[in-house]
């Protein structure tokens, strides 16, 4: 099978367990960039790629990289490309362009007239030529300008990969599918351990750990890719990949379990546990965590409320008392939670292991790790 370069894109912060698990799914040659690793496989290995890694964003072909230096320049090498192996003149495409060029600086510009060799390509040689669509094309291309290269690469994902199709609903500041995996990777859990999210909001930590542990491919519940639009689609290959990830499912043995002071939140997370077939294994219930009054010994994931999205009157006393509740119900467990909030973090009243930067959107976060060591509580404070 041919052998392709490929760039999976990802949240900042993510890129080396990114690249841990492209690794792991075969992929060759492998480098970390800025948001993002690019490797080289085959065709395989791309739909494998979308069904099964659980950090990537989006998987993006590389077609072509060439030097360029004028409009004439960028025209005449994507009219040169064979665009007809991807897509047909009665088909649609849309390009979206990043310049950091030294003479063409703006980036609609550099789409209109990437469009425009693509489409006289076709005219030229069929008479006819592909439309514009910007919503939901076959083909969507994406055409990157540094100062003086050029690269051309086809987005085979389509919808973001976040978008797992699992989601019946949603709360207020759900985090999303990708950092959730993300962050899931980084605490190294590996299902041997009860897992606890005690601010589990819709769910998506349950959700994502329960996938991991089950080997459960993060694409099982997406039916759309858009490679399946592109003219090359190998059907079988695809019902290949996603039987032989299916195979590797096992039964969830671990505990698992989640908890929402709001009831909406509850009902929600076990909406979205009976929709991905958890919710038999995986109990939600309505608890204030200040109210803890029973122990835990496990891996603690949670997204508190960092007063950004969601509100809180009183930032400190909040995470004082999540802290207290570490240090008075968890001994022997380690607890992981994500703020942007620095307030926040210097009110836990532990000092963290680890604190690892990560973005959630746009805010700066950091991932902090508390261990909460049995029958010695002085070492944490
Ligand atoms: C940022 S949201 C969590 C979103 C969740 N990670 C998701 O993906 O949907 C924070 C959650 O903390 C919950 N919460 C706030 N205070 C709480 C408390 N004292 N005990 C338990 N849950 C609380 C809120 O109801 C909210 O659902």
Same mark, same amino acid.
């Not at 799914?25 to 480098?31: D, M």
């Not at 008479?127 to 540094?146: F, M, N």
């Not at 592109?230 to 096992?250: H, K, M, P, R, T």
């Given at each position: 099978?041919?052998? &392709?370069?490929?760039?999976? !894109?990802?949240?900042?912060?993510? +890129?080396?367990?990114?690249?841990?698990?492209?690794?792991?799914?075969? %992929?060759?040659?492998?480098?970390?960039? *800025?948001?993002?690793?690019?490797?080289?496989?085959?065709?395989?290995?791309? &739909?494998? *790629?979308?069904? +099964?890694?659980?950090?990537?964003?989006?998987?993006?072909?590389?077609?072509?990289?060439?030097? *360029?230096?004028?409009?004439?320049?960028?025209?005449?090498?994507? !009219?040169?490309?064979?665009?007809?192996?991807?897509?047909?003149?009665?088909?649609?495409?849309?390009?979206?362009?990043?310049?950091?060029?030294?003479?063409?600086?703006?980036?609609?510009?550099? %789409?209109?007239?990437?469009?425009?060799?693509?489409?006289?390509?076709?005219?030229? $040689?069929? /008479?006819?030529?592909? =439309?514009?669509?910007?919503?939901?094309?076959? *083909?969507?291309?994406?055409?990157?300008?540094?100062?003086?290269?050029?690269?051309?690469?086809?987005?085979? =994902?389509?919808?973001?990969?976040?978008?797992?199709?699992?989601? #019946?609903?949603?709360?207020?500041?759900?985090?999303?599918?990708?950092?959730?995996?993300?962050?899931?990777?980084?605490?190294?859990?590996?299902?041997?351990?009860?897992?606890?999210?005690?601010?589990?909001?819709?769910?998506?930590? #349950?959700?994502? %750990?329960?996938?991991?542990?089950?080997?459960?491919?993060?694409?099982?519940?997406?039916?759309?890719?858009?490679?399946?639009?592109?003219?090359?689609?190998?059907?079988?290959?695809?019902?290949?990949?996603?039987?032989?990830?299916?195979?590797?499912?096992?039964?969830?043995?671990?505990?698992?379990?989640?908890?929402?002071?709001?009831?909406?939140?509850?009902?929600?997370?076990?909406?979205?546990?009976?929709?991905?077939?958890?919710?038999?294994?995986?109990?939600? #219930?309505?608890?204030?965590?200040? $109210?803890?009054?029973?122990?835990?010994?496990?891996?603690?994931?949670? @997204?508190?409320?960092?007063? +950004? $999205?969601?509100?809180?009157?009183?930032?400190?006393?909040? &995470?004082?008392?999540?802290? @207290?509740?570490? !240090?008075?119900?968890?001994?022997?467990?380690?607890?992981?939670?994500?703020?942007?909030?620095? +307030?926040?973090?210097?009110?836990? /009243?532990?000092?963290?292991?680890?604190?690892?930067?990560?973005? @959630?959107?746009?805010?700066?976060?950091?991932?902090?790790?508390?261990?909460?060591? =049995?029958?010695?509580?002085?070492?944490?404070?």
């Amino acid at each position: 099978m041919e052998k &392709y370069h490929y760039i999976a !894109k990802t949240f900042a912060g993510l +890129e080396s367990i990114l690249a841990q698990e492209l690794a792991d799914l075969g %992929a060759e040659n492998v480098q970390n960039l *800025v948001r993002g690793c690019s490797f080289e496989g085959n065709k395989k290995l791309m &739909y494998r *790629v979308n069904y +099964e890694c659980r950090t990537a964003l989006r998987v993006l072909v590389v077609l072509k990289t060439f030097m *360029v230096n004028s409009e004439r320049d960028l025209y005449n090498n994507l !009219k040169e490309m064979p665009w007809e192996n991807y897509m047909d003149s009665m088909g649609s495409l849309a390009v979206d362009a990043v310049t950091f060029h030294k003479v063409m600086k703006h980036s609609l510009y550099v %789409a209109q007239l990437s469009k425009d060799a693509i489409v006289d390509r076709f005219r030229d $040689r069929e /008479g006819r030529r592909p =439309s514009v669509d910007l919503v939901s094309p076959d *083909v969507r291309i994406h055409v990157h300008l540094s100062p003086d290269e050029c690269t051309v690469a086809l987005d085979s =994902s389509g919808d973001p990969l976040f978008k797992r199709g699992y989601r #019946l609903g949603s709360v207020d500041a759900p985090i999303n599918e990708v950092l959730a995996a993300g962050l899931l990777a980084l605490t190294g859990w590996n299902g041997e351990k009860p897992l606890h999210d005690p601010m589990c909001g819709s769910g998506t930590f #349950l959700i994502e %750990a329960a996938m991991l542990a089950t080997h459960t491919p993060c694409g099982k519940f997406r039916s759309r890719f858009d490679f399946m639009k592109w003219v090359d689609y190998d059907d079988e290959l695809w019902q290949s990949v996603q039987s032989e990830a299916d195979e590797n499912i096992q039964p969830l043995t671990c505990k698992i379990s989640g908890a929402d002071a709001s009831r909406r939140a509850v009902s929600m997370a076990n909406r979205n546990l009976q929709h991905v077939g958890f919710s038999e294994q995986i109990v939600v #219930l309505p608890k204030d965590y200040f $109210r803890t009054t029973e122990n835990f010994e496990g891996t603690i994931v949670t @997204n508190p409320p960092y007063d +950004e $999205r969601m509100k809180l009157d009183d930032t400190a006393a909040f &995470y004082q008392q999540m802290g @207290n509740i570490f !240090k008075n119900y968890c001994a022997g467990s380690e607890a992981w939670l994500i703020t942007s909030n620095e +307030e926040a973090m210097k009110s836990v /009243g532990l000092r963290p292991s680890k604190k690892i930067k990560v973005f @959630n959107g746009k805010l700066e976060c950091r991932f902090l790790k508390y261990e909460m060591y =049995s029958g010695s509580k002085k070492r944490n404070e």
